[in-house]
């Protein structure tokens, strides 16, 4: 006799926890062919908020940790995603209907991006900060600092869509809500255990799934978020309206990229967008 | 209080300035008649009115973008960076040698010191434009590629006017930019008299056009659809209403906006020099100054002492006639914005704190405050909280760093903020901590044109000054 599978409840990543969304809804995941995968948590206005709570809880610690120890977690995100790329692969594979030569592309490029990116934790300070030589007897330096808090439109991809969006954000500092993409949501969850398990604080990633229409606004119109990355957002009056809302704080926007290819390596735009410039002087004398 | 002592009046000359009784727009490289209405422009010191200046009209805006468009598509992104930069080194030696009547003419129409618009403004304008005269062939060093954007739409304030004009047009011209600028309805003579400049510079028809006007006017500038790019001094309403604007468009935006600094002294900081760095925070240029130390975070165990010493060093500024050399705080720029420093200091009163004012005699004339200070400020006041730009002070006090850096960052601006103390170690945290774009250590209100300058927060964002000030007119290597 076969035995019966043990399936995994999919809910949401908020603040280093799996909570099942507080309004208690959840929708129908289907594969590529149409067969049920499975019951995805669709978020609330409310999860949106708890999920920003976290996240500026989170940025303080997260930011004022060294560049090197960023470095040293983003890393570790991508040793435990490359012992468990089977499960990865699976997932791609039922989720987007890929072949398995695909599959092991996306994942593999998944892993090298957050190598890449965890490199770039101790350089971009030196790649886009600046002595500045004053017309006087001043030390003057520019250095980049994180924005804050920044929401995420993930686009589709589930994976590497997903660590590309992502991972940018967290090298610099700055702390993330993701609302991953609305059709194929269950691996930004499978991925969200593993940062649980790469020492990388909660509350730095948060990983809302549901409805982006009905999720987006709530975080575009957020006063205690600093920017949102629009790459996911595909329908164009929406990420108009999306762009208006985040002018009430004046948040950082990043507008949607429908043509990305997201196996080229990107440059450091990502990074840069949601950095702010920090210059500090100092007289010089004795 | 101490003796106040007697000067003699020693008034610069005002014969070096010529002002017209009317003036057109600049545009293709020539003054036109504008086809709306005419606005005045006056003396802020004596309510005398300067001259009459055109209101642009969506239809004088189109012509300006379009002058501006063929001058990028047929001359300006054609030649060569080392050619455009010789035409701003022109430009710079230029404001250099007709300095002094553009000294003499900002403090007309601004209200400001000469002493300031002498010995900062003007000077800091020619370094702007030698500076980024350097870069325009030097652009595939910079990091942010070599590709301009094509025409930029540029609103500036009335806080420091030629210098806002080149903070914008140096770096736009520089990377291959053509601009359409407008200068701030009650101090549009500078930047017309820079139209001037251009003429004598030779520089092509159509890089520069100068329109003057209202929100209106800006309104047409910023959403006009031929339009690549958008840079904004100024309030931060009218930055968000920008940044609404735009959405949805390929428009690339910078915003630099509102302030309430916080200057932060603590007990180990040289006091006479800290007392200096306060009055400079707060009350140069009137306290029109977006990064103003308006918020002064004084550690308990010296507020008293603080608050002595401030008070006997505020008693001694001069408060009169910009165009005195020993005037070192002039008009307030315009009724309505006097109006607005007034309602804001009663709000100040009645909710309970306590104002002192340094005492001066006023001109009957004009528009004038005298530097003022609130002691017993909470968090909750509106003079805490909101933008006051005017020299208006408030004081609140604090035991420990922490507190020091919560109290600074309670605000959802972000552009500045100042550290006095003499311990190095706690400078370099206190940095690290506050959240704004220019952190100014045992100074204040210092400004280079190699310094990046912008702000966190609502404050705005993209950076002007420096390599950095490249970025918001360059297409970028990898967007």
Known sequence: MSRIDVRKTYKLYIGGQFPRSESGRSYVVNDAKGRLLANAAQASRKDARDAVVAARAAFGGWSGKTAYNRAQVVYRIAEVLEGRREQFEAELRAAEGISTAKARTYVDAAIDRLVWYAGWADKITQVVGNANPVAGPYFNLSTPEPSGVIAVVAPRGALLGLVSVVAPLIITGNTVVVIASEDNPLTAITLGEVMATSDLPGGVVNVLTGSQAEIAPWLASHMDVNGIDLTGVEDVALATELEAAGADNLKRVRRPAPDTDWLAEPGLDRMTRFLETKTVWHPIGV | ?479
């Open chain 2, 1 to 479: 209080m101490s003796t106040v002592f007697e000067y003699a009046p020693a008034p610069e000359s005002r014969a070096i300035v010529d002002i017209k009784p009317s003036y057109g727009l600049f545009i293709d490289g020539e003054f036109v008649d504008g086809t709306g209405k005419a606005f005045k422009t006056v003396n802020p010191a004596t309510e005398e009115v300067l001259a009459e200046v055109a209101e642009a009209s969506d239809a004088d805006v189109d012509a300006a973008v379009k002058a501006a468009r063929r001058a990028y598509t047929r001359v300006w992104s054609r030649m060569s960076g080392s050619e455009r930069a010789k035409y701003l080194y022109r430009i710079a030696r230029i404001i250099q040698e007709r300095g002094r009547e553009l000294a003499v003419l900002e403090s007309i129409d601004n209200g400001k010191p000469i002493k300031e618009s002498r010995d900062v403004d003007i000077p800091v304008v020619a370094a702007h434009f030698f500076y980024y005269a350097g870069w325009a062939d030097k652009l595939k060093y910079s990091g942010y590629g070599e590709t301009p954007l094509g025409v930029a739409g540029q609103v500036i304030p009335w806080n420091f006017p030629l210098l806002m004009l080149a903070w914008k047009i140096a770096p736009a011209l520089a990377c291959g930019n053509t601009v359409v600028l407008k200068p701030a309805e009650t101090t549009p003579l500078t930047a017309l008299l820079f139209a001037e400049i251009c003429q004598q510079a030779d520089l092509p028809p159509g890089v520069v056009n100068i329109v003057t006007g209202a929100g209106d006017t800006g309104r047409a500038i910023v959403s006009h659809p031929d339009v690549d790019k958008v840079a904004f001094t100024g309030s931060t309403d009218v930055g968000k209403a920008i940044a609404r604007a735009v959405a949805g468009s390929n428009k690339k935006v910078t915003l630099e906006l509102g302030g309430k600094a916080a200057n932060i002294v603590f007990d180990d900081a040289p006091l006479d020099q800290a007392v200096e760095g306060i009055v400079n925070g707060i009350f140069f240029n009137q306290g029109h100054v977006c990064c103003a130390g308006s918020r002064l975070l004084v550690q308990e165990s010296v507020a008293d002492e603080v608050m002595e010493r401030l008070k006997r060093r505020m008693a001694t500024l001069r408060v009169g006639d910009p165009l005195d050399k020993n005037t070192d705080v002039g008009a307030i720029n315009s009724a309505e914005q006097l109006a607005k420093i007034r309602e804001l200091s009663d709000i100040g009163e009645a909710e309970g704190a306590e104002r002192w004012s340094a005492p001066c005699e006023l001109p009957s004339n004009g528009y004038w405050f005298a530097p003022t200070v609130f002691t017993g400020v909470s968090q909750a006041h509106r003079i805490a909280r909101e933008e006051i730009f005017g020299p208006v002070l408030s004081v609140l006090t604090f035991r420990t760093p922490s507190e020091a850096v919560e109290k600074a960052n309670n605000t959802p601006f972000g552009l500045s903020a100042g550290v006095w103390t003499d311990k190095g170690s706690r400078i370099l945290s206190m940095a690290n901590r506050l959240r704004a774009g220019v952190v100014w250590a045992n100074t204040f209100n210092k400004f280079d044109p190699t310094s990046p300058f912008g702000g966190y927060k609502e404050s705005g964002y993209g950076r002007e000054g420096g390599r950095h000030g490249l970025e918001a007119y360059l297409k970028g290597e990898d967007s």
